[in-house]
């Protein structure tokens, strides 16, 4: 533990003091939108389903200091933080919520439907993985227009287990996609833990027979996060390919 604690006080002192205030700024505000998230349907003021980001912190904003303007996220139902970290405003995005017009989708999407073309948020998908083969997809529209950037393939560890999720895999290796499959594990899928639902636990193994590497990463280290993702984007990047995923 000790070795620990001195890496990531290492890893602090190489940073930037102000790089470091902004992801805190960050992770807070993300931690106090979803608090008042949360009062609010508690009270019925926001409709339809709700599903927070609390707790996830570190990991959406170290995600998101990794790309670039150029990149496209992809992300399943919970994803508030995900456009806020983007740099959309959380005036729009709660509103959203409220079913108003000024929402980012016109108050037609709600908690589960957010979306911002000039962000290159393609938006939440309600549907469990549905909106993993839409990111595979875009990548190959990237590559086939020779565009820059990348696409992320955001969900949660139950979407490794569908159909759709390999179907996926499989063409992102074929086609040599440049997409990166991020999995935020928090090791409940429907009160079900992964390891009762998953005969391979270790999800980050999953490509494996797909050729396809895998990095496990301590989702709550937004400078390991961060980094990890920079060096997978930027190889996807480089290669035009996609070989990486966490």
């Known amino acids: 533990m000790a070795k620990v604690e001195d890496a990531t006080r290492a890893a602090l002192e190489r940073e930037d003091a102000e790089v ?8 807070l505000l993300l931690r106090r939108f979803e608090e008042r998230t949360s009062e609010m349907y508690v009270k019925a003021k926001i409709g339809g389903y709700c599903h927070l980001n609390l707790g996830e912190e570190a990991t959406i904003v170290g995600l998101m200091a990794a790309l670039t303007p150029d990149d496209y996220i992809f992300t399943n139902y919970r994803e508030h933080g995900y456009i806020l970290a983007r740099g959309v405003p959380p005036g729009p995005v709660m509103a959203e919520l409220f079913g108003k017009e000024t929402g980012v989708s016109g108050g037609r999407g709600g908690s589960m439907h957010l979306f911002d073309e000039k962000a290159h948020f393609m938006g939440g998908y309600a549907i469990v993985g549905g909106q993993v083969p839409l990111a595979v997809g875009a990548a190959y529209a990237l590559k086939y227009q020779s565009k820059p ?5 955001q969900m949660g560890d139950a979407t490794t287990n569908i159909g759709a999720f390999y179907e996926s895999l499989n063409l992102a290796k074929l086609w040599n996609c440049p997409v990166l ?5 928090n090791g409940y899928g429907m009160g079900t833990s992964v390891a009762a639902g998953s005969s391979e636990p270790d999800l980050y193994k999953k490509g494996a027979s797909f050729r396809i590497h895998g990095e496990r990463v301590d989702g709550t280290n937004v400078l390991e996060v961060r980094d990890t993702v920079r060096r997978l984007r930027e190889k996807a990047e480089k290669d035009g390919e996609r070989r990486s995923w966490m």
Request: aromatic share 28%.
């Open 181 to 185: 499959f991020f999995v935020v594990n």
């Open 149 to 153: 950037g990348v696409v992320v393939a």
């Open 20 to 27: 470091l205030q902004h992801y805190y700024y960050q992770m």
